[in-house]
């Protein structure tokens, strides 16, 4: 429970000096919630970017090391086939091109996956929006309309929403922010 809601019991009114000290508090949590939310998504993009690295890294390393062994037995053996050891060399070349093509494919899927931090960015647009308007719920990630309002007022009004709406916001507004507080 806030102290604001607890001093208002008691019959005092929180003095401006509350009211500050606890929007500073839950605006720094806030902004510490977010920064781990943006972390955990990012750790996750850097995990998956650190496999196509590995990936291709691998390809690279295979190539290398099996190179010059295995080209020389396929070659050996095509000739050994019937084929002139000049084409028999090219076709283990033309082999070894395909297998690190389609492991350079599997590696470019893998980057393709990356993306922004979508849940970061759209929880920061909500505070955004909420800070320029703190009586109205943040917009819906769906685009459902929301039971408070919009930012610019849905009838016109600008941010004069009653309490009654605000409290329909549910735990959107952190408590204590604004003057009020939840129970």
């Given at each position: 429970?806030?102290t604001?809601?607890?001093?208002?019991?008691?019959?005092?009114?929180?003095?401006?000096?509350e009211?500050?000290?606890?929007?500073?508090?839950?605006?720094?949590?806030?902004?510490?919630?977010?920064?781990?939310?943006?972390?955990?998504?990012?750790?996750?993009?850097?995990?998956?970017?650190?496999?196509?690295?590995?990936?291709?890294?691998?390809?690279?390393?295979?190539?290398?090391?099996?190179?010059?062994?295995?080209?020389?037995?396929l070659?050996?053996?095509?000739?050994?086939?019937?084929?002139?050891?000049?084409?028999?060399?090219?076709?283990?070349?033309?082999?070894?091109?395909?297998?690190?093509?389609?492991?350079?494919?599997?590696?470019?899927?893998?980057?393709?996956?990356?993306?922004?931090?979508?849940?970061?960015?759209?929880?920061?647009?909500?505070?955004?929006?909420?800070?320029?308007?703190?009586?109205?719920?943040?917009?819906?990630?769906?685009?459902?309309?929301?039971?408070?309002?919009?930012?610019?007022?849905?009838?016109g009004?600008?941010?004069?929403?009653?309490?009654?709406?605000?409290?329909?916001?549910?735990?959107?507004?952190?408590?204590?922010?604004?003057?009020?507080?939840?129970?």
């Amino acid at each position: 429970m806030s102290t604001t809601a607890g001093n208002t019991r008691n019959g005092r009114e929180p003095s401006l000096g509350e009211l500050v000290a606890l929007a500073t508090r839950d605006v720094s949590l806030l902004v510490r919630q977010e920064i781990n939310l943006a972390k955990a998504e990012l750790t996750r993009q850097a995990v998956s970017a650190a496999l196509g690295v590995a990936f291709l890294a691998v390809a690279a390393g295979l190539g290398l090391c099996a190179l010059i062994a295995v080209t020389i037995f396929l070659g050996e053996l095509i000739t050994w086939a019937g084929v002139e050891r000049f084409w028999s060399y090219l076709l283990t070349a033309a082999g070894y091109l395909v297998v690190a093509g389609l492991l350079a494919l599997f590696a470019i899927r893998r980057f393709r996956r990356l993306s922004p931090p979508e849940r970061t960015i759209q929880t920061v647009r909500d505070d955004i929006s909420w800070l320029r308007n703190p009586t109205a719920a943040p917009a819906s990630p769906v685009g459902t309309a929301s039971p408070a309002g919009t930012a610019s007022g849905a009838n016109g009004a600008s941010g004069a929403n009653t309490a009654a709406e605000a409290n329909t916001a549910g735990s959107a507004v952190p408590a204590g922010v604004g003057g009020t507080a939840q129970l």
